[in-house]
């Protein structure tokens, strides 16, 4: 089994200030990690993935997040952050593995930046 | 073309009515999906084909049928659908660990 867990439901945090959004995984064996906006009434647009490599990822509109195996966490970070980046933000696991097409979300967390 | 289509944005249907939804994608991916999302909430995997093969059903109802004509296209056909049915309904391809999804139909069942 695969799951995600997003422990926040809303994140507030002042225009220019650091945006953090917290993800940890449960995983067998390899993880795929993703990160994935939504505004209202829209698709989900993909922010950033880890698959393999370096554990600092480097996505779309300033944002990244760090792989650590250890804490099997994927945080979201953005240094900077803007009121246009207020949205409902999901992080996503499926494991390796060929055949295994399964994507898991976790519940969500709605950001909000106050300007 | 990196993008999947989805037909139409919104509609909205009567509980007796037939419609069909549509997503299609040009990038060559071979596994599609389905997803039904709530308000604020996460997506719920509905159907997952592979090599234009049903994989994956989660259990849903009959009165959704997922049919896949061919490699770029997905469609959902509709019929005697509830109101708690009315949601944004997601697609999505995959190939190599990237999905890619539409921007959704949004379906209202009155």
């Known amino acids: 089994a695969q799951s995600v867990a997003q422990p926040e439901d809303q994140v507030n945090v002042a225009e220019g200030n650091p945006l953090t959004v917290k993800c940890t995984y449960s995983v067998s064996g390899n993880p795929y990690l993703f990160w994935y906006v939504q505004y209202p009434n829209r698709g989900l647009q993909f922010l950033l993935k880890y698959i393999t490599g370096d554990n600092l990822v480097k996505g779309s509109y300033g944002f990244e997040a760090e792989f650590n195996k250890s804490q099997t966490s994927f945080h979201l970070k953005k240094p900077s952050a803007l009121v246009s980046d207020s949205a409902l933000y999901f992080c996503?696991?499926?494991?390796f593995g060929y055949g295994n097409n399964r994507l898991a979300f976790g519940k969500g967390n709605q950001v909000v930046v106050i300007p | 073309d990196t993008e999947v289509t989805q037909t139409p944005k919104h509609l909205v249907m009567g509980m007796t009515n037939k419609k069909s939804l549509k997503c299609e994608q040009h990038?060559?991916?071979?596994?599609m999906y389905w997803y039904k999302q709530k308000a604020k909430k996460p997506p719920e995997l509905m159907f997952v084909?592979?090599?234009?093969?049903?994989?994956i059903n989660e259990s849903v109802p009959s009165r959704f049928s997922p049919e896949c004509p061919n490699s770029s296209l997905l469609n959902l056909h509709l019929h005697a659908l509830q109101p708690e049915d009315s949601a944004l309904y997601l697609c999505?391809?995959?190939?190599?660990?990237?999905?890619?999804f539409g921007s959704g139909t949004r379906l209202t069942v009155v």
């Open positions: 084909y592979s090599y234009e093969k049903l994989s």
């Open positions: 996503a696991v499926r494991s």
């Open positions: 990038m060559g991916h071979r596994a």
């Open positions: 999505a391809s995959s190939q190599r660990g990237g999905y890619t």
